[in-house]
């Protein structure tokens, strides 16, 4: 298997990084205001199958067509596309539903259920100072998603309130995509795993088709060709940052998201943040900055896994 060279450029490690949370949250705007006209699994098509060229372009400069192409564990990518894909999903789903800095604070929840999920799937071992950082946390995002679940009776009677239940949903099912890349890293390539996870995106979405996909406006059309093609970008931008930094270096970079949401909810939505969801935020980044400091400390195939997995879908 062929290794990518690396190299120790913080500077160049950061721009990189940041520059694809950007892109990312450019995407994310493209999806929400696409998703209030065309339904979220027709927009998960769009997003993974005009990303495709961009990801092949990026292979194949790189050399690494074959190790793309060729995978070890297939059935393991299958997995893990489907999971990814749910995610996705839901992601596209609770941004149709609300505000964009919303659905960016309770997506911080990853990390969280990423240490629960690490205990119970994998037998790892947490410690006092782990399980104080996840119960911040989880304390932080019930903080923000409180407004959402205490109206009324049932949450999903509200579109926000299932809004808030798919985000959170989406969290955890990219959990397991980073619990299940920790050991599919282990016999698959970088480029193997970009590559099936943008391919079978796009075939899964198609199951979607009998639930109601519209012809797109030439707006929504571009919108959505536009996140595709962003989101490619994207996808390659946060890979290549690993090649220069540390992941444990470069993840607490994710948390600028915040403020880019938040910056372009203003401007396009004219949404601000709620103070729930700042207050929330506030202590989900605090707990998750916590759990990185100790995946730090515990190093390993954790920062590999980081490397290859999407944090927004």
């Known amino acids: 298997m062929k290794a990518p060279s690396t190299q120790n450029r913080p500077g160049t490690a950061i721009g990189l990084k940041l520059l694809a949370v950007f892109l990312f949250m450019v995407m994310a705007a493209m999806i929400k205001a696409a998703t209030q006209n065309v339904p979220a699994g027709q927009a998960v098509f769009f997003r993974s199958f005009f990303a495709m060229p961009i990801i092949l372009a990026w292979i194949w400069q790189r050399g690494e067509m074959r190790e793309a192409l060729v995978p070890v564990n297939l059935t393991g990518h299958i997995w893990r596309g489907l999971f990814g894909t749910s995610a996705m999903a839901l992601t596209f789903g609770g941004l149709a539903l609300l505000p964009l800095p919303e659905v960016t604070a309770i997506g911080y929840a990853t990390p969280i259920f990423t240490v629960i999920l690490a205990a119970v799937m994998l037998g790892e071992r947490v410690r006092i100072f782990r399980i104080t950082a996840v119960g911040l946390g989880l304390v932080g995002v019930m903080i923000v998603l409180w407004p959402r679940l205490s109206i009324g009776t049932d949450a999903l009677s509200t579109a926000a309130g299932l809004g808030a239940v798919m985000v959170l949903g989406a969290s955890l099912l990219r959990a397991v995509v980073q619990i299940h890349i920790r050991t599919l890293v282990k016999t698959e390539h970088t480029a193997a795993i970009v590559f099936y996870f943008s391919l079978?995106?796009?075939?899964?979405?198609?199951?979607?088709?009998?639930?109601?996909?519209?012809?797109p406006s030439t707006v929504d059309a571009g919108l959505l060709i536009g996140a595709g093609l962003v989101g490619g970008v994207a996808q390659i931008l946060v890979t290549a940052s690993y090649r220069f930094g540390a992941a444990s270096m470069l993840a607490p970079f994710d948390y600028a998201s915040l403020i880019f949401a938040a910056l372009i909810g203003y401007v396009i939505f004219a949404e601000l943040p709620t103070t729930p969801t700042v207050i929330g935020a506030s202590?989900?980044?605090?707990?998750?900055?916590?759990?990185?400091?100790?995946?730090?400390?515990?190093?390993?195939?954790?920062?590999r896994a980081r490397a290859v997995t999407d944090p927004k879908g």
């Open 200 to 215: 079978t995106a796009t075939v899964l979405s198609l199951i979607s088709i009998p639930f109601g996909w519209v012809a």
């Open 283 to 303: 202590l989900v980044v605090l707990g998750g900055v916590l759990i990185i400091w100790r995946e730090r400390q515990l190093g390993g195939g954790r920062n």
